[in-house]
């Protein structure tokens, strides 16, 4: 539609359809399948609402898109299509491993070609915007939503978010892609305590430095859509926060999509005590510049009131709707409101085989081996394998967001293991979770779902029976454990980071066969493995990984892909340590360079203040060293830049591919700096028995910081450059940033 045509339509619409186009509602609203999370409450809307709702939550399906506008422009005095929206946020069918893993493969490459091609299968479920990518940086473990970031790193973050909007919205004009909606703004990552939905309370340095990075890169990128925080951020509601929205996003960072609140958000200022009633509420937000309000009847019962009672221009209705309209027309939905959706397309698209290999390059990168033992890794065909545990033969590989993805298309680790080799046998071994607590507090219902999750003591026994029998007929143990699906993702904070006790015992018994023993973990967050690195010879971390999860850990297993996946969240020591996370500020007594010794430093007294895995760890087969780190200058100027060169030397059998890590520290500044920060890296292939150069060209504006008014500071002083494989192990050199 030609832009004086909208202008046109904006104008002949009533108060009331200008309206609904600023409401979503989910699926129950219109006959369809409601796959959406999120807490089910009577709306108290009219049925007129429902009627001119402009867009939709979690419906999809080509079938099901092409009913709903059919059914929903029918009720439109101007027939205005809807949008459908939804929670892709790794994936559609083809699901990739979470966000989590997704960081751990360095590869920003394959990344967008994974959010490409879920952009494809999604429009071709009807689906035209996707809720992603999640960019909240991520300090503390306990929090149950780390799983759906790329991690802890501002630097590393932003560059993920460019890769994830630009693959969602790449073939945009031709129907195929989707608009990308980067969420959830701002800082959710930070919630006190690592407790769903808490508050956020921090330093604005620390918000522009390390929080609002990635989601500002989203914007660069073009990202058609922003959803707000379920949270307060210094006191204020993300959702009604006309200096974070309006101000920040929009005129300072020149956003000009649509906002959304996220779930119920704009109703939850009531509940948060920054909004009297579901009215004030809606005036909040709109104030704000939230345009849709998700699932909450405050703007559905309130705006047109607040026209009326003289609180609220009209205009300001008016440019949400344009922000609305204006999507719509961009996604050609005037033209053609089903957006080239069929079911032969969508058969056609989803769980292709091409798509189905990209997830298994990128499940295979993703996974972090921690720890190999006498080589232990890869296994050799010929060994007799137990694989045991409640993960050996579970199609649960998909994490908790991926809702669209269904078990049944996934490969299991058996699966997996059997395309290389028949000499495997696989049994239980254990429950995945054996508290009825816990289990309850997760969302199942009732006696009898808990009962399908936990057997009796009996059944567990023999269970436990049959896995030792097994492991000692074996040559190896692979143990297939973690977290269930619903103890990662949303609402699944945890205070203890370890795998629950009745795996840990059956770590224990099998440990003490003197078998060569492999763990798989699979989990959506860093878990506490202290105890158990002692017990087994090696462990990889899997996440949750997908699709083709089995048969990605089965290729790393035999050696087929190399382990190149490299952490992006701290593993704590213990779960005390959280938040852990590796660029913190500078204390005044650093536990290894203190004038203090003994008591009086940063540390604790039970567990070391180090993590057991830092930031960026992963070991490969095959080991490449880091050597013969150089600058080509000593001083910099802020005109030019200079360039740091370190030799990567891989002198084992294996071709591997190496991420080499440049960090940066400003050693004397105005705003207390990390004691190491991202600057940038390369994932570089390196053939067995050869040498490479890895070369990085720093500039003055990769040594800027934030102070306390969110003011980018560049300062001349010495600076130290490190290079290496993780963000403990490095190389070092020092220079000086001059005029
Ligand atoms: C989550 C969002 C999600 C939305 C819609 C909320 O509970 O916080 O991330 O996009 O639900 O499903």
Request: glycine residues 6%; negative net charge.
């Amino acid at each position: 539609m030609k832009t004086i045509e909208l202008k046109q339509l904006l104008k002949d619409m009533s108060l009331d359809e200008k309206v609904g186009q600023l409401v979503q509602l989910s699926g129950e609203f219109f006959q369809a399948n409601d796959i959406s999370y999120g807490p089910i409450t009577k709306l108290g809307i009219s049925q007129k609402v429902v009627d001119l709702a402009g867009s939709v939550l979690n419906v999809a399906g080509a079938e099901e898109t092409r009913r709903v506008q059919d059914q929903q422009m029918k009720m439109q005095p101007h027939h205005i299509p809807v949008m459908f929206m939804s929670d892709v946020i790794y994936g559609y069918k083809t699901v990739y491993p979470i966000p989590i893993g997704l960081g751990a493969s360095w590869d920003p490459k394959l990344v967008k070609e994974a959010f490409n091609t879920a952009a494809d299968e999604a429009s071709a479920a009807g689906i035209h915007v996707a809720y992603a990518p999640m960019l909240d940086t991520v300090h503390d473990a306990r929090w149950g939503r780390v799983l759906e970031s790329p991690g802890e790193d501002p630097y590393l973050n932003s560059v993920y978010a460019k890769a994830m909007v630009e693959g969602f919205q790449e073939n945009f004009e031709n129907n195929n892609g989707v608009a990308a909606c980067f969420k959830h703004f701002a800082g959710y990552g930070a919630v006190e305590s690592g407790r769903e939905y808490n508050s956020i309370d921090m330093s604005i340095s620390n918000l522009y430095q390390n929080y609002l990075p990635a989601y500002k890169s989203a914007v660069k990128a073009g990202a058609k859509m922003a959803m707000t925080s379920l949270t307060s951020l210094n006191g204020v509601p993300s959702t009604a926060d006309e200096k974070l929205l309006n101000e920040l996003l929009r005129k300072t960072w020149g956003f000009n999509g649509i906002i959304i609140s996220d779930y119920a958000s704009i109703y939850e200022l009531v509940k948060h005590g920054f909004a009297s009633d579901e009215y004030d509420a809606a005036h909040k937000a709109i104030n704000a510049t939230v345009d849709i309000d998700m699932k909450s009847p405050c703007y559905a019962n309130s705006l047109k009131k607040l026209v009326a009672d003289g609180k609220l221009n009209e205009e300001k209705i008016d440019e949400s709707v344009w922000r609305v309209l204006s999507l719509k027309n961009e996604l050609g939905l005037f033209e053609d409101p089903y957006r080239g959706t069929s079911v032969a397309r969508e058969n056609k698209s989803v769980l292709s085989s091409d798509k189905r290999e990209l997830a298994r390059k990128l499940a295979s990168e993703a996974i972090v081996m921690l720890q190999n033992k006498n080589d232990v890794l890869p296994l050799n065909k010929n060994e007799k394998i137990a694989l045991i545990g409640p993960y050996s033969t579970d199609h649960s590989l998909l994490g908790m967001w991926a809702v669209h993805g269904e078990p049944k298309d996934s490969v299991s680790i058996l699966e997996g293991i059997e395309r290389y080799t028949s000499n495997v046998t696989a049994t239980k071994g254990t429950d995945i979770n054996r508290s009825r607590e816990m289990l309850k507090e997760m969302g199942f219902p009732n006696e009898e779902e808990i009962s399908k999750v936990i057997s009796n003591q009996e059944v567990e026994h023999e269970n436990n029976e049959e896995a030792l029998q097994l492991a000692k007929r074996a040559d190896v143990v692979v143990l297939a454990l973690g977290e269930s699906t619903l103890e990662a993702g949303e609402a699944g904070a945890k205070t203890k980071l370890t795998l629950p006790e009745n795996q840990l015992n059956l770590i224990n018994e099998i440990s003490k066969l003197g078998k060569k023993v492999v763990l798989l973990v699979i989990s959506g967050r860093p878990l506490v493995l202290t105890n158990i690195i002692d017990k087994v010879d090696s462990i990889l971390e899997c996440w949750f990984p997908g699709t083709e999860g089995g048969a990605a850990i089965a290729d790393i297993l035999f050696g087929k892909a190399n382990p190149s996946g490299r952490l992006t969240m701290s593993f704590p020591y213990s779960s005390g340590q959280e938040p852990i996370y590796y660029n913190h500020l500078s204390t005044g007594r650093p536990v290894d360079d203190s004038q203090h010794v003994g008591r009086f430093v940063s540390k604790y007294l039970d567990a070391p203040a180090a993590p057991l895995y830092p930031f960026g760890y992963g070991l490969s087969y095959g080991k490449v060293t880091y050597e013969s780190m150089s600058l080509d200058k000593s001083v910099m100027t802020h005109a030019g830049n200079i360039e740091a060169k370190v030799v990567l030397k891989n002198d084992s059998d294996w071709d591997c591919q190496e991420t080499a890590q440049l960090y940066l520290h400003d050693k004397v500044a105005t705003i207390v700096q990390p004691v190491k920060k991202l600057i940038d890296f390369k994932k570089v292939a390196i053939k067995a028995h050869t040498k490479k150069t890895v070369s990085f060209s720093i500039s003055p504006m990769q040594l800027t910081f934030f102070d306390n008014y969110g003011e980018e500071i560049l300062e001349n002083g010495d600076f130290t450059l490190f290079i290496g494989s993780n963000s403990r192990d490095c190389l070092a050199k020092d220079f000086t940033l001059t005029d």
